[in-house]
Nanobody, 122 residues
């Protein structure tokens, strides 16, 4: 009912920048919160950034001041601008969203299937 497709990952040197994008599609009335998670090898998935439909943003302490989340409600897209990247930012990044479906029920925690790999290395 909610499909999320991420793009924009890649290999970048420390200190560099990348921009991730995610597009939501499916049978829903609108998207509520949109989020980015990441999962590094051998570690649990962690919440990186959130953008609520009302415009509130939240960030993990580890990325504050370096990452910026943005969204376009009309296009059902969310982006993550990542600057001053560090090797510890290396992970698979996943888009996540809550949606209000056609029947007015709330569909929580929908994840993109593949994620997008971000590798920060010299």
């Amino acid at each position: 009912q909610v499909q999320l497709v991420e793009s924009g990952g890649g290999l970048v040197q420390p200190g560099g920048s990348l921009r991730l994008s995610c597009a939501a599609s499916g049978s829903f009335r609108y998207i509520n919160a949109m989020r980015w998670y990441r999962q590094a090898p051998g570690k649990q998935r962690e919440l990186v950034a959130t953008f609520t439909r009302g415009g509130t943003t939240n960030y993990a302490d580890s990325v504050k001041g370096r990452f910026t989340i943005s969204r376009d409600n009309a296009k059902n897209t969310v982006s993550l601008q990542m600057n001053s990247l560090k090797p510890e930012d290396t992970a698979v990044y996943y888009c996540n969203a809550d949606a209000v479906l056609k029947n007015w029920t709330l569909s929580r925690d929908n994840f993109g299937g593949q994620g997008t790999q971000v590798t920060v290395s010299s």
